[in-house]
């Protein structure tokens, strides 16, 4: 089955960029995704990678694909406090003819001045 | 607001007391999902829900029953709750696909 593999936690500075990095084991996912989730909140899709992909960037966002390694990277240049959250890795599995989305554990993000 | 509306925002239960977690979207999305979060876990599927009227297992559905009771609504339900099963229980909707997909703002359940 799918397994999705993320650091547990990243600390940065305001300012500098983060990189969280994640690992899956199912090449089948059409779509592998990045969700934010604030304390107290829900998830909130933040991006996503359409899989004959490489890389696709949104403002400060930077999503890179590495389909031969199955590594997915999350950059967020010029990091802010408001950034600070769990960011989790995800990529859709085919089950019973449909689709389900399998998580990573979430990477904790601490930004400090 | 548009969106996925989850009930309640946070319960306590005793061991072996029963519930129902509801959930809500008006979105018209044909599928639905159960998921719990446990730290250092991420998000386990429970239970989902394809479309009104079908229902099937995920990853941890023991201790768990769902009901699909029109295409708006999904519960989940604990026959008899476990210390076990204290966690915080997100819904989620999608239509063709997980680019669409919303998320409700958790249930935080504790079981003492």
């Known amino acids: 089955g799918e397994d999705v593999e993320q650091s547990l936690f990243l600390s940065v500075r305001e300012g500098d960029s983060s990189v969280i990095n994640c690992t899956y084991t199912?090449?089948?996912?059409?779509?592998l995704y990045w969700y934010k989730q604030e304390p107290g909140a829900g998830l909130q899709l933040l991006t996503y990678i359409f899989s004959n992909m490489d890389m696709k960037q949104d403002q400060r966002l930077t999503v890179l694909l590495n389909k031969k390694d199955k590594h997915l990277s999350l950059r967020i240049a010029d990091t802010q406090t408001g950034d600070s959250a769990i960011y989790f890795c995800a990529g859709t599995i085919v089950s019973g003819g449909y689709n389900k989305l399998i998580f990573g554990a979430g990477t904790r993000l601490a930004v400090h001045p | 607001n548009a969106g996925v509306t989850q009930t309640p925002k946070f319960q306590v239960l005793k061991t072996g007391q029963s519930m129902t977690l509801q959930c809500a979207q008006d979105?018209?999305?044909?599928?639905m999902y159960w998921y719990r979060q446990d730290p250092g876990m991420g998000l386990r599927l429970i239970y989902y829900?394809?479309?009104?009227?079908?229902?099937d297992k995920g990853e941890v559905p023991n201790g768990y029953n769902v009901s699909r009771l029109n295409k708006r609504e999904f519960s989940l339900r604990l026959e008899s709750a476990a210390p076990s099963q204290t966690s915080v229980y997100f819904c989620?909707?999608?239509?063709?696909?997980?680019?669409?997909?919303?998320f409700g703002q958790g249930t935080r359940l504790t079981v003492v």
């Open positions: 199912d090449s089948s996912s059409t779509y």
């Open positions: 989620a909707s999608s239509s063709k696909g997980w680019t669409e997909a919303f």
């Open positions: 829900s394809a479309s009104e009227g079908t229902t």
């Open positions: 979105m018209n999305h044909n599928s």
